[in-house]
């Protein structure tokens, strides 16, 4: 934990970059894997994952490369201390923007790293210490950090489209405010404020009754 501190914060990131990789080497069934093969994925060089990792010890084994499954671990552990879940906002309008500025979820561990818009018109334009960007700027994006959630705060018909652009991207997990019911294999939350309204009403006519 000591020398974790000397550890430059490129590393720190690029560290969370390998371990999806392994992650996703781990899901084809790869067992083991040279530095080479998760540089070329990344499109980085081989020399610098081999540098990155040797901060935490010898991992690999010459000849054999590194055990998918052991380093994913090890990655899990080192960068797993001060866990942040990266999350994405879809959309910068009224819900998008009261969210980045939300300080609340920044103590939960809950990190807003981007938000995206469709209208050129609000692109470039800052939301707290966030730039919004151009949702065709995501595949971009999504190369170069690890995003974990994305909020969906777009229009009802601009919803699912963002849904399956997301997917593909690699994204874990949905927050969603269109009132729409989205169509994914992957964990979703709805947060719909009118059924909290109708549920508070429910209960309000009950008790008066
Ligand atoms: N769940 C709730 O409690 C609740 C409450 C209010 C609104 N909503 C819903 O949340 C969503 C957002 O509401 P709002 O008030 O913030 O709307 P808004 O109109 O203020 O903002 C929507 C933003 O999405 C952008 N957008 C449109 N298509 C896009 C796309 N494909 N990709 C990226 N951005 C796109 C628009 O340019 C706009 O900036 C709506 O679906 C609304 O119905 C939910």
């Given at each position: 934990m000591e020398n974790q501190k000397k550890i430059p914060k490129p590393v720190i990131k690029r560290l969370g970059l390998y371990y999806r990789c392994l992650n996703r080497l781990s899901d084809e069934g790869i067992d083991f894997v040279a530095s080479k093969d998760i540089a070329e994925r990344l499109g980085i060089k081989s020399s610098q994952v081999r540098k990155d990792l040797s901060y935490f010890g010898e991992f690999g084994k010459r000849?054999?490369?590194?055990?998918t499954y052991e380093l994913m671990t090890k990655l899990e552990k080192i960068i797993g201390v001060n866990k942040y879940w990266n999350v994405i906002v879809i959309g910068a309008g009224n819900i998008g923007t009261a969210l980045v500025n939300y300080e609340g979820l920044r103590k939960e561990k809950?990190?807003?790293?981007g938000i995206f818009d469709a209208d050129r018109s609000k692109?470039?334009?800052?939301?707290g210490k966030l730039t919004i960007k151009h949702i065709s700027e995501l595949e971009d994006f999504f190369k170069k950090n690890i995003v974990e959630i994305a909020i969906i705060a777009v229009p009802e018909n601009a919803a699912q489209m963002m849904v399956e652009k997301l997917e593909n991207l690699g994204i874990k997990g949905f927050i969603n405010f269109a009132p729409i019911k989205l169509r994914t294999k992957l964990p979703v939350e709805d947060v719909d404020i009118t059924l909290s309204f109708k549920s508070l009403t429910f209960k309000i006519d009950r008790e008066l009754k």
């Open positions: 000849g054999v490369g590194y055990n809950f990190s807003i790293i692109v470039g334009k800052k939301i």
